[in-house]
């Protein structure tokens, strides 16, 4: 037995007032009788018990107040276990569309093994809103859905030669990712604090940051309470860039100025980087292996807290049984009110 509200049996206490001023009613009752003659004279012109009438009825009213107060107390019996509407995680997907990524030092490419990781995770996910960043030089953002199948078509539409500004921007994809974020729960008229649903970037580049500072970047994050699982794509040695047309052909490869090769590398500076991001915000870093680009962690690690979210909203819910109670009180109050104070009947004359 447990109670919704016990401190209102604190009421209870009051009862010992309510006979208090009951006996005191009597008590004037009988002074006010006494007013025309002896009470016992009085008395006698009523047939049947008026006393025991009185006392009955104030013992209803008492039995009523007291199941009316130990209802509004709350008494609460037996529970069960409910489980509240799925709610998901918000998972925003920073994907870095720069030219670096066009390389091959993942086959057939880091940009096209990570769109095809991503549609695996995808797959894994249920009822989770995703949201995608494209970034290069600059970030554009495709809005948090749960149609997963639109977020496939972005991907498989969008390639490096289709950002407008070229280069690396970190820093701008991170805040971009917790604007998508925060604009989706304002849109939805939900609150923005981190407890509503769990908050994820899942930040995939080669790391080679060429603008911005995106330490501070996820230093902001880290104050929203948004985890960054930050991938790293690249082998360390360094790898060519591939040159396309803009139908597509391959022309060679990217040169500088003076006709050199541009390499590309996931160098322990930039590794250093996305751990120092995964780490502020409490999330973590991958680096990709061989033939991979790290996604099968990522998913593990999305499927932990979707877990966690759902154990979240397991909820014990006590069964109510103030009604039991409630009911009896109602019915003797009502009881109360429709007795008589007296029995009286008209006594009978006595023929001569």
Same mark, same amino acid.
């Given at each position: 037995?447990?109670?919704?509200?016990?401190?209102?049996?604190?009421?209870?206490?009051?009862?010992?007032?309510?006979?208090?001023?009951?006996?005191?009613?009597?008590?004037?009752?009988?002074?006010?009788?006494?007013?025309?003659?002896?009470?016992?004279?009085?008395?006698?012109?009523?047939? @049947?018990?008026?006393?025991?009438?009185?006392?009955?009825?104030?013992?209803?009213?008492?039995?009523?107040?007291?199941?009316?107060?130990?209802?509004?107390?709350?008494?609460?019996?037996?529970?069960?276990?409910?489980?509240?509407?799925?709610?998901?995680?918000?998972?925003?997907?920073?994907?870095?569309?720069?030219?670096?990524?066009?390389?091959?030092?993942?086959?057939?490419?880091?940009?096209?093994?990570?769109?095809?990781?991503?549609?695996?995770?995808?797959? !894994?996910?249920?009822? !989770?809103?995703?949201?995608?960043?494209?970034?290069?030089? !600059?970030?554009?953002? %495709?809005?948090?859905?749960?149609?997963?199948?639109?977020?496939?078509?972005?991907?498989?539409?969008? @390639?490096?030669?289709?950002?407008?500004?070229?280069?690396?921007?970190? @820093?701008?994809?991170?805040?971009?990712?917790?604007?998508?974020?925060?604009?989706?729960?304002?849109?939805?008229?939900?609150?923005?604090?981190?407890?509503?649903?769990?908050?994820?970037?899942?930040?995939?580049?080669? @790391?080679?940051?060429?603008?911005?500072?995106?330490?501070?970047?996820?230093?902001?994050?880290?104050?929203?309470?948004?985890?960054?699982?930050?991938?790293?794509?690249?082998?360390?040695?360094?790898?060519?860039?591939?040159?396309?047309?803009?139908?597509?052909?391959?022309?060679?490869?990217?040169?500088?100025? !003076?006709?050199?090769?541009?390499?590309?590398?996931?160098?322990?500076?930039?590794?250093?980087?996305?751990?120092?991001?995964?780490?502020?915000?409490?999330?973590?870093?991958?680096?990709?292996?061989?033939?991979?680009?790290?996604?099968?962690?990522?998913?593990?690690?999305?499927?932990?807290?979707?877990?966690?979210?759902?154990?979240?909203?397991?909820?014990?819910?006590?069964?109510?049984? %103030?009604?039991?109670?409630?009911?009896?009180?109602?019915?003797?109050?009502?009881?109360?009110?429709?007795?008589?104070?007296?029995?009286?009947?008209?006594?009978?004359?006595?023929?001569?």
């Amino acid at each position: 037995m447990s109670w919704a509200d016990p401190q209102a049996l604190w009421l209870l206490a009051l009862l010992p007032l309510a006979v208090a001023a009951l006996w005191w009613n009597a008590a004037r009752r009988k002074r006010a009788t006494e007013i025309f003659g002896r009470s016992a004279t009085v008395e006698s012109l009523i047939v @049947g018990r008026a006393r025991w009438w009185r006392t009955a009825r104030a013992a209803l009213m008492l039995a009523g107040i007291a199941l009316g107060i130990i209802a509004f107390a709350g008494p609460q019996y037996g529970s069960r276990t409910r489980v509240l509407r799925k709610r998901g995680i918000d998972v925003v997907i920073a994907l870095d569309f720069s030219k670096s990524m066009l390389a091959k030092d993942v086959h057939p490419s880091r940009i096209k093994r990570a769109k095809a990781e991503l549609e695996r995770l995808l797959s !894994d996910l249920d009822g !989770d809103r995703v949201g995608l960043v494209a970034f290069a030089g !600059d970030a554009m953002a %495709f809005p948090m859905t749960v149609d997963y199948s639109a977020v496939r078509l972005f991907l498989r539409d969008l @390639g490096p030669m289709d950002m407008p500004v070229g280069g690396t921007a970190i @820093g701008k994809a991170l805040i971009a990712s917790m604007r998508l974020i925060e604009s989706s729960n304002e849109r939805r008229g939900e609150e923005t604090a981190p407890e509503t649903r769990s908050r994820v970037v899942i930040l995939l580049t080669d @790391g080679e940051d060429h603008e911005g500072d995106p330490i501070a970047a996820a230093q902001e994050l880290s104050a929203a309470e948004i985890k960054v699982y930050a991938v790293g794509i690249g082998s360390g040695s360094g790898e060519p860039i591939p040159s396309y047309t803009a139908d597509g052909t391959l022309t060679g490869h990217m040169k500088d100025s !003076d006709g050199r090769l541009v390499m590309t590398s996931l160098s322990a500076e930039n590794e250093e980087t996305l751990k120092k991001i995964a780490s502020i915000t409490g999330g973590e870093y991958v680096r990709a292996e061989e033939g991979t680009v790290g996604i099968t962690q990522i998913r593990r690690e999305l499927a932990r807290l979707q877990a966690s979210e759902q154990k979240a909203r397991r909820v014990t819910v006590h069964e109510n049984r %103030f009604a039991l109670v409630l009911l009896p009180a109602f019915l003797l109050i009502v009881l109360e009110a429709i007795l008589p104070e007296a029995w009286v009947v008209r006594r009978r004359r006595r023929e001569v």
